[in-house]
């Protein structure tokens, strides 16, 4: 018989099991089903030896459930904690609490701020890009297709993916890391304490910010990229303007600019949430958020680029 | 006369990764002064929070005026964190705010409302004067630009600042040196007297705890070892709570002497 699972009644376990021992045809106790998938579940997060009390090791099949049903654990943890950030967040927004100027001030730190920073990288991607094509196609095709590859290359990827990868550096990492210190110190109890809500004072107006912000520094992007593109091959390869801009238009659609802001909105949205999410969810002083800023940033470049990677078959013909 | 309990917890159970609180029940009566003391981890800080929602108990309820905590609804979770002002154990002042709009956050966001300009900065000037601060010197400063008492001492402000009938203590005289925390438990005595509150004061400073109280509860391995009056804590002749009272006499002691 598996071992009772010490202390479930205080986590909740207990009220999710319907019936922990049943009685048997023969006469004798049996386990429920759910007492037993209850144990595994604790045996997770507990560690066997914890649940179990056997000092010996467990064997290689116990460590590797364990280890799956701790990493399912985590990922439901967060989906249901994100899930209630962002209904929380909705309601603020129905419910009128949010404060325009706090929406307005996170706009200027979040989009105004990074421009500098958005608009040298869209050059140097526009630059890079420039140059490789023409690296790649002189001789082999007509020159102003070139102008069509930078194009392309800058809306559709380019701009968005690495205004993203910017902004996760520039302000994600910001909000993880301010929320997270005012968790720490117990500034986000304090506004539960004086009756205030801090998902409609620090959440709300720096999601909204995101979703208007981004799509804006991803325009600038674009247009920066394809400008010095358009430079860069004058310099290098020696392809004017007018033939840059009609091997530009050749293979333009209006589709493009529609998916890269897209993108750029989906990314506006996320990063912030996945920044709020894992900065509200700090613990442990300094260290805890050095730690949770860094895993933050980890999980805000992963979000962005198994998007874009999902982007193309969603968007794309 | 025993007035009516104004906190009661029931039944209160919270576990993190091991039990912190094992069904605590206890009444907290009106114009009390409540000590609660224990070792580091033993869950009184936890217990304070679960009066306001800030930490929700894996089983149990807490009852403030009558009103659910954790049963009722929305109003009156709004309505008993109106009427409660809580000190922080380290002041969590709002670093981006200024000690008046720190202090200004006090207000119950409906009477907000209901003020003009005026008002508002008469109540905030009142209680930072309350606290012995002075509202010309500290009303524009930042947090970063105050000391660890004067941090302590716009906490306070911004919890009495609404007018509260609970004050609750987290550890108010935690990592102050000994003039101030002999400053700041005149100003919790006397505050809990002039505004006519109920106060319970979570602290390690047991010397100082039961001067103030006039009862007191310890918590030791998530229950309530203790409960009843500062001298019946001093004669109790439970080891765990002799024990507790011997070492905290020796912590003060040498604190004493480091100081002097």
Known sequence: ?317 | MQTRPVIRYRGVHKAFDLPVLEGIDLDIHSGEMFGLFGASGAGKSVLLKTTIGLIVPDRGDVEVDGKSVFFGDGRDLRRIRDKVGYVFQHAALFDSLNVFENVETGLPVRRLRAMDGMRIARLVWQALERVLLDPREVMTKLPAELSGGMKKRVGIARAIVGGPDILLWDEPTTGLDPVNTAGVQRQIRRLSRELDVTSVIVTHDIEGGLEMCNRVAMLEGGRLRFLGSPAAFRASSDPIVRAFVDRAAAEAAVDLVATT
Not at chain 1, 76 to 96: C, K, T, W, Y
Not at chain 1, 167 to 192: C, H, N, P, W
Not at chain 1, 208 to 224: D, K, M, R
């Open chain 1, 1 to 317: 018989m598996l071992p009772t699972p010490n202390g479930l009644s205080r986590t909740g376990w207990r009220a999710l099991v319907p019936q922990q021992v049943t009685q048997g045809e023969n006469g004798r106790h049996e386990e429920h089903w759910a007492t037993r998938w209850a144990w595994f579940g604790t045996c997770a997060v507990r560690g066997f030896p914890a649940v179990t009390g056997r000092s010996e090791t467990p064997s290689r099949a116990e460590r590797w459930l364990a280890q799956v049903a701790r990493a399912g654990r985590t990922v439901l943890q967060h989906s249901g904690e994100i899930a209630i950030l962002l209904r929380d967040i909705v309601a603020a927004l129905v419910g009128l609490r949010v404060s325009p100027r706090s929406i307005l001030r996170q706009m200027y730190v979040m989009g105004v701020q990074s421009i500098p920073i958005v608009v040298l990288t869209a050059v140097l991607a526009g630059i890079v890009t420039s140059q490789q094509g023409g690296y790649q196609f002189t001789g082999a095709i007509p020159l102003y297709v070139l102008g069509s590859i930078v194009t392309e290359s800058v809306v559709l990827e380019m701009g968005p993916v690495l205004t993203a990868i910017v902004l996760v550096g520039r302000v994600g990492a910001r909000i993880t890391a301010e929320l997270g210190t005012m968790k720490v110190s117990e500034q986000i109890d304090a506004f539960y304490s004086v009756g205030r809500d801090p998902v409609s004072i620090l959440a709300a107006p720096r999601v909204v910010a995101g979703i208007i912000v981004v799509p804006v520094l991803v325009a600038i992007a674009n247009l920066v990229g394809i400008l010095a593109g358009m430079v860069s091959a004058q310099l290098t390869v020696g392809l004017g303007p007018n033939s840059f801009l009609y091997g530009a238009r050749l293979y333009w659609q209006s589709w493009d600019l529609f998916y890269s802001l897209t993108k750029a909105l989906v990314f506006g949205f996320t990063i912030p949430v996945v920044a709020i999410h894992m900065g509200l969810r700090t613990e442990g002083g300094a260290e805890g958020v050095g730690k949770t800023t860094t895993q933050a940033v980890m999980f805000m470049t992963l979000a962005v680029l198994i998007m874009d990677a999902l982007f193309p078959p969603l968007l794309l013909d």
